[in-house]
């Protein structure tokens, strides 16, 4: 079944500087992935998402992911961090095997953005 | 669209009553999912639902859940009894499709058993 792991449950970065948020997945077959977003008191809402087409994929917000095959990441960045990107962010894959369908999530980066 | 609609915001009660937590999916969508959030075990499916079918409930902890769906419209997850581990935030979600579809996700119920 695929699965996706979220290196470093905290993220903090000063206002201005690169975000980088990690994400390597497990697929025996070509996944799906995805990054969500949650800002506090709300639901999660969708940054970008890999569907098989162009492995640099631009998503809202000013934020990109790339996927990697051969490092099986799927990296979340953005050149330059605002306050109001401070929010938890979710990689996600679609499950295979008995759990196809399934939406699965990692355990969430907690991103941190200091003045 | 208003995008996905979640009743109540917020709830609290007491160990052994029921809760009924509500969604409407955005309008055409035909996938209807309900996760549940915690801090220890984030985010879980429950079940999830095609044209208003249960398709998969292998993630609903014990018999005291259920969930409906009698329309294309309406959704509810049920509690009966409550227990104070129960107590999480509740996300529906729904999209048109699956796999490399989007799902969109409601607000959230925070239910807090006492």
């Known amino acids: 079944a695929q699965s996706v792991t979220q290196l470093g449950s905290h993220v903090s970065v000063s206002e201005g500087a690169l975000v980088l948020l990690r994400c390597n997945y497990s697929s025996s077959v070509p996944p799906y992935l995805f990054w969500y977003v949650q800002y506090p008191n709300q639901g999660l809402q969708l940054l970008l998402k890999y569907t098989s087409a162009a492995t640099l994929v631009k998503g809202i917000n000013g934020f990109e992911a790339e996927f990697k095959k051969s490092e099986t990441s799927f990296h979340l960045t953005k050149p330059s961090a605002h306050m109001s990107d401070a929010a938890e962010y979710f990689c996600?894959?679609?499950?295979?095997?008995?759990?196809?369908?399934?939406?699965?999530f990692g355990q969430g980066t907690i991103l941190t953005v200091h003045p | 669209d208003a995008g996905v609609i979640q009743s109540p915001r917020h709830e609290v009660t007491e160990m052994g009553q029921e809760v009924t937590l509500r969604c409407k999916p955005i309008?055409?969508?035909?996938?209807l999912f309900w996760y549940r959030q915690t801090m220890m075990r984030g985010l879980e499916l429950l079940i999830y639902f095609n044209n208003n079918v249960p398709i998969d409930d292998s993630g609903m902890p014990e018999d005291r859940f259920s969930a409906k769906m009698p329309n294309a419209s309406f959704s509810t997850l049920k509690i009966q009894p409550s227990e104070p581990r129960d107590s999480a935030v509740y996300f529906c979600?729904?999209?048109?499709?699956?796999?490399?579809?989007?799902?969109?996700f409601g607000p959230g119920t925070r239910l807090l058993v006492l």
């Open positions: 309008s055409g969508h035909d996938y």
């Open positions: 996600a894959t679609y499950a295979g095997g008995t759990s196809y369908g399934k939406l699965t």
């Open positions: 979600a729904s999209s048109l499709g699956w796999t490399e579809e989007t799902q969109y």
